[in-house]
Every structure is written in structure tokens, then in C-alpha cells.
């Protein structure tokens, strides 16, 4: 099984200069937890919905604006995650399973031969590759 079988191809991205209020809306109104981050062609990061996290110790209201920095002088390239691991479309799906559990990742960007972004694999991949080998194995999932 090859990252390519499972991996999210409509990749929605961010560039470094974007603001992090806009870009935690982009990913509540797509409802997804992280984006690659764009410069140019060039991916030069990710950025997850917990790099916005306040940091634990911030005593606010429990609400929505109070748990994430949703500040607009923030850009994307102040919180991302600056050179991610990656996978590629011919890895194998337990070469990704591995990264992401060593690491404690909720998705590894997707690289194609050339080293271009053409996809992402979340957790949420692995889990339906997960259920077509129970499928396989086990009939009556």
C-alpha cells in the first residue's frame, strides 16, 4: 500500500506572509487541521490548528477567541513548522504510519519525484487504509 492509494490531493495551502486570523478561518470553512505552507512553489513549512493553541498557561474566558491566537500582526511564518518531514507518493503507508507515530504529526505533506507538493496524509487517511485491510481480512466489518 503507497501513500499515493490514500493520500488528500486538493491540497488547500498557505503562504508565509498570510495572517493567522485568516488562516484559521480558511481551515474551519474547508474543516481541516493543517496546511502546507507555500513559498512560491517551494514548501518551506506546515502550520496545524494547534501551532494557533494559546499556550496553556493564558487565563482567559473559555471561549473560541480566547483559545487561539487569532492575532492579525501574527503571520503564518511566525508559527509554522519550519522544514517538515515529509513523505513521497511511492513511500509505503508504514513508512508515513511510523513518522507520524515517532513524531506525534497529524499529517505529513505528500512529495511527488520532483519534490513538489501534491498532496497531504492525515491521520484521518490512515485510518480509512486501516479499515479497507480490516475489509479484506475480517468479512462483515
Not at 25 to 36: D, Q, S
Not at 101 to 123: E, M, Q, S, T, Y
Request: hydrophobic share 40%; proline share 5%.
Amino acid at each position: 500500500m503507497r501513500v499515493s492509494e490514500y493520500m488528500t490531493r486538493k491540497v488547500v495551502t498557505a503562504a508565509p506572509d498570510d495572517g493567522i486570523r485568516e488562516t484559521y478561518f480558511r481551515m474551519r470553512e474547508v474543516g481541516i487541521r493543517h496546511l502546507p505552507v507555500l513559498d512560491g512553489a517551494q514548501l518551506v513549512g506546515i502550520i496545524s490548528d494547534r501551532d494557533l493553541r494559546r499556550p496553556d498557561w493564558v487565563d482567559e474566558a473559555p471561549d473560541l477567541s480566547h483559545d487561539y491566537q487569532l492575532d492579525d500582526n501574527l503571520s503564518v511564518s511566525d508559527l509554522m513548522t519550519r522544514h517538515p518531514i515529509t513523505v513521497h507518493t511511492y513511500d509505503d503507508l508504514a513508512t508515513a504510519c511510523a513518522l507520524i507515530d515517532r513524531h506525534g504529526f497529524g499529517a505529513l505533506p505528500v512529495l511527488d519525484k520532483g519534490n513538489h507538493l501534491v498532496g497531504i496524509l492525515c491521520k484521518t487517511d490512515l485510518v480509512r487504509a486501516f479499515a479497507r485491510v480490516l475489509e479484506h481480512h475480517q468479512p462483515g466489518f
